[in-house]
């Protein structure tokens, strides 16, 4: 591309300073507006050192459906929690087409919120997710790296085509609601090559998911790779399409989840696939949990209305850090249907594990230990 038809813009020349101390904010506002009305396709360029930034929304509608971000630094919170913890977001991009980042470093600075809550504090804010985008697609994220966020690492709501690959998060086993990447409303999302270290679900995927793509991803700690929590509201887009593929998951709480709130819904879960997948020491390696009531709130004694069919396990194996390795635990009302599981040996302290049914219903093939309970 000859120079007149692309343009590069270094934040550093728009007044951004990579000293960790001096707010960025406006500088990198002022970048994406030049990016975002240029007729050519634009490049942004965060060179190396630590650059201080606010809490700062990147909107479309562009004029540019190709955006590149290249970040060889790394972007810092502020260490004060209650500057971006109101806020939901620190960083955020939305109605966007065509935007791709590469590289770089997203520092949450959550470790004082972790605190904060874990003290049982009553006065912490929710904290903001680092990085979301909203209403967008066609997005590509590579090589990025995101550290200590307060809360939800990476979200993608109401977006499409969107591909992610080698994305490493990092966060406290104990660090409250860190999610690393948290999926709905969504379609036609590809996540791979990763590495996922944190508090909460490795991989979240909520309502109006459909066609979801993961393959290896490194889970631990965490909570596992989790469909849910569905089913808290009444008229809820269902999830399907989701393929999980050559995960490892290392002392979570959980593996391969499905769960619901024990409560009526309209919403569903079907044609799941978890393939290849290896448990070392996992509390539950193979869950669906659809009487999801935490503290008995809002849901004591209801059936969980989310049907849940069609959910393959094939080739997985390892250990069980409990005796129940295969927990089916299906509402009363719609209990799961179809549920497939093929070559899956587990076991516990080199015994046999077990296996537990309620309202499941299926087949088993192939050598399976746990032997079924289906």
Not at 109 to 124: F, V
Not at 132 to 156: A, D, R
Not at 227 to 236: F, M
Not at 312 to 328: E, L
């Amino acid at each position: 591309m000859s120079a007149s038809s692309s343009s590069t813009y270094n934040v550093i020349n728009y007044g951004a300073k990579p000293d960790g101390k001096t707010d960025s904010t406006k500088a990198f506002g002022n970048v994406w507006a030049k990016a975002c009305s240029s007729p050519y396709p634009a490049s942004i360029y965060v060179p190396q050192g630590k650059f201080l930034l606010g809490t700062a929304t990147f909107s479309g509608k562009c004029i540019n459906k190709a955006i590149s971000i290249t970040i060889d630094g790394t972007l810092v919170a502020s260490s004060n929690y209650r500057v971006t913890g109101k806020n939901g977001n620190w960083l955020k991009f939305q109605h966007v087409d065509g935007v791709s980042i590469r590289g770089g470093l997203l520092d949450g600075q959550g470790t004082a919120l972790w605190d904060c809550k874990n003290s049982d504090k009553s006065n912490c804010p929710i904290g903001a997710t680092t990085l979301e985008f909203s209403n967008s697609k066609n997005i590509m994220i590579s090589g990025l790296t995101s550290m200590n966020s307060q809360m939800f690492h990476i979200v993608f709501n109401g977006c499409e085509n969107v591909k992610m690959q080698g994305v490493n998060i990092m966060a406290a086993g104990n660090s409250p609601n860190t999610d690393g990447i948290h999926v709905q409303m969504s379609s036609h999302v590809t996540i791979v090559n990763s590495k996922i270290r944190t508090g909460d679900d490795c991989i979240s995927i909520g309502p109006g998911t459909s066609n979801l793509w993961i393959e290896n991803i490194a889970c631990g700690p965490g909570h596992g790779i989790s469909i849910g929590s569905l089913g808290w509201k009444l008229n809820e887009p269902g999830v399907q399409n989701v393929t999980v593929k050559t995960v490892t998951f290392t002392g979570t709480q959980n593996g391969v989840r499905i769960k619901s709130w024990g409560r009526p819904s309209n919403g569903f879960v079907r044609n799941i696939f978890f393939q290849d997948a290896i448990m070392v020491n996992v509390q539950n390696p193979i869950v669906i949990d659809q009487n999801y009531c935490p503290n008995n709130k809002g849901c004591p004694g209801q059936a969980s209305g989310i049907k849940v069919s069609g959910v393959t396990y094939q080739n997985i194996h390892g250990t069980s850090a409990t005796q129940v390795a295969v927990k089916f635990d299906c509402s009363s009302k719609y209990p799961c249907s179809g549920i497939k599981m093929k070559d899956v040996k587990l076991t516990y302290k080199n015994q046999v594990a077990e296996a537990s049914c309620n309202h499941a219903g299926g087949a088993a093939l192939g050598s399976v230990q746990p032997e079924s309970c289906l």
